[in-house]
């Protein structure tokens, strides 16, 4: 607990400072990233009547199931329900020596340097039908092969910054800025280097400020989502001691989900109450997992606004505070914040009732240094004109 008057360093995160986050579906081709992507959207995206194909990136908005928010609609009976959504862009198949620029590579790149997250697909479903880039399934080979084409790029973009910025010293000595700056992009380079990602490294929060003005590839969050076959998923299998220990040895804590895409596209085929029964034997649709896990990789948490007009769930980053909340409703009650009446979903659930809250105590008013927290329901008072 810091004393009295005594500073705190914020927790600064990798990645840009913004609540409009994208995650992309990254993988070799024919691994099924498409697949799984009109899955996520229920969007065919080769369809023909569709304006762009793989080539170019896909992007659809997908909705977040969470219980918290039926709850609370069912509560107020809004006349207006919106839930929160992740933004998921399909992004052609890299091959290897992308980073060199082989099979588009550079485009297809710096279409990753666009995004927020990974969604790393590799396939582990068998299959003559679907030709494997590589000739043969070998998942731990893939899952190498991807990570050395972002760390590659990374790598060269690095060390362009640190020749330009080392030239334009021209003998001059450093500032304390510079030194930072150019510590840190060495700090990288020697990381990538021995083979390792940007992310895993421990830096100072003025080090990830000015490496997030960089958008590295190898700063992004992954979830690894492992496509197995459709067999293989209903005998309950799971990704395999092969891929999760590569895992834990490369990219340690970062969540693997094993789906097969397949089977999901089968599901959607079905009623609720075949899915239901499906569900309940263990074999049910393992596609909110996979939303969840990138909504969690992209650090957002939910904070909710309720009434008889509307109960809407609202995306902000981890560790923003009320006034950045108030800037995801609208741009103007940021710059004129006042305060938020703040009470936490648990307390509602509790007590049931929005004046029950009150009377117990648990609903807040707090001011801008206020740290929004997954669940809060939220009103905000600010002095913006209409």
Known sequence: MPKKGQNVEEKVLFGRPKNNVTIGLVGLPNVGKSSTFNLLGKLQVAAENYPFCTIDPAVTSVVVPDKRFDHLAKAFVPKREIQAVLAVTDIAGLVKGAAEGKGLGNAFLSNIAAVDAIFHVVRKFPGKKVEHVEGDLDPTRDLAIIRRELQAKDLERVKNVLD??????RGRKATKEQEMEMGALQKAIDMLEAGNDVRFGTW?????LYLNTLNLLSA????Y??????????????????ITSWVEENTPGEPIIHYSAKYEAGLMKL???KKAKLE?????????????????ALNLVHFFTVGKDEVRAWSVRKHSKAPQAAGVIHGDFEKHFISADVYSYDAFKEHESEAAVKAAGKLMTKGKDYVV????IMFIKHNARK
């Open 220 to 223: 992004k969050p992954v979830v």
């Open 373 to 376: 927290q997954d669940g809060d």
């Open 271 to 273: 009623d609720d109450e």
């Open 164 to 169: 330009t910025d080392q030239k334009k010293l």
């Open 225 to 242: 989502l492992v496509n197995m076959g459709m067999k293989a998923f209903k005998e309950g299998k799971s990704a395999g001691k092969k």
């Open 204 to 208: 100072q929060p003025k080090e990830v």
């Open 280 to 296: 309940k034997r263990g074999v049910g649709s393992a596609i909110p997992r996979i939303i969840w896990a990138g909504y969690r």
